[in-house]
Antibody, heavy 116, light 107 residues
Framework: QVKLQQSGAELVKPGASVKLSCKTS????????MSWFKQIPGQSIEWIGM????????GYNQKFKGKATLTVDTSSSTAYMDLSSLTTEDSAVYFC?????????WGPGTMVTVSS | DIQMTQSPASLSASLGETVTIECLAS??????LAWYQQKPGKSPQLLIY???SLQDGVPSRFSGSESGTQYSLEINSLQSEDAATYFC?????????FGAGTKLELK
């Protein structure tokens, strides 16, 4: 069955960077899209961007350009998202989800807390 | 960006009732709309895609419809496990955008 496993919670200092992972199984990762999302608890969901694992091609929400960088490792069927120059406004839960337009399988989320 | 105006923000209903949640798109999204259910501390679960297609494994009491730029999610015969927050999402144009959410409480 399709599974998306995300890395554990992160506590990072302002100005730092963090790399989140999303390890997949149960489907053909190398021919699939992966999207990433941000959700502040109690609020709605924002689409950050997506990556096609076949060639690493990406598309980003303009709001997150320069903040998020998406990559994949097809040898381990894992997607990554780098978040840079973190501020308190980046504190949120970050989800990965399969597909590039609507999203049928989601990871459990990674909580990122930015605090000094 | 396409704005998705979702209503109501919250509603309370009894077991067995039928409820409707609506999303109004700021422009034509050509039926490219999905609905998700999210429970506290969990990730969203896809219910409906392409406005009215039921995702595999989702109970048939969930249904989606459209009228122009207005999209609706109907939940029939409410069950206790339907208590959750529901979000719409347009998948017509970048950036994909979500509604603000509707919190459904069971009386």
């Amino acid at each position: 069955q399709v599974k998306l496993q995300q890395s554990g919670a992160e506590l990072v200092k302002p100005g730092a960077s963090v790399k989140l992972s999303c390890k997949t199984s149960g489907y053909t990762f190398s021919t699939s899209y992966m999207s990433w999302f941000k959700q502040i608890p109690g609020q709605s969901i924002e689409w950050i961007g997506m990556i096609y694992a076949g060639d690493g091609g990406t598309g980003y929400n303009q709001k997150f350009k320069g903040k998020a960088t998406l990559t994949v490792d097809t040898s381990s069927s894992t997607a990554y998202m780098d978040l840079s120059s973190l501020t308190t406004e980046d504190s949120a839960v970050y989800f990965c989800a399969r597909k590039g337009w609507y999203f049928d399988f989601w990871g459990p989320g990674t909580m990122v807390t930015v605090s000094s | 960006d396409i704005q998705m105006t979702q209503s109501p923000a919250s509603l309370s209903a009894s077991l067995g009732e039928t409820v409707t949640i609506e999303c109004l798109a700021s422009e034509d999204i050509y039926s490219n709309l999905a609905w998700y259910q999210q429970k506290p501390g969990k990730s969203p679960q896809l219910l409906i895609y392409d406005a009215s297609s039921l995702q595999d494994g989702v109970p048939s009491r969930f249904s989606g419809s459209e009228s122009g730029t207005q999209y609706s999610l109907e939940i029939n015969s409410l069950q206790s496990e339907d208590a959750a927050t529901y979000f719409c999402q347009q998948h017509h144009d970048y950036p994909y955008t979500f509604g603000a959410g509707t919190k459904l409480e069971l009386k």
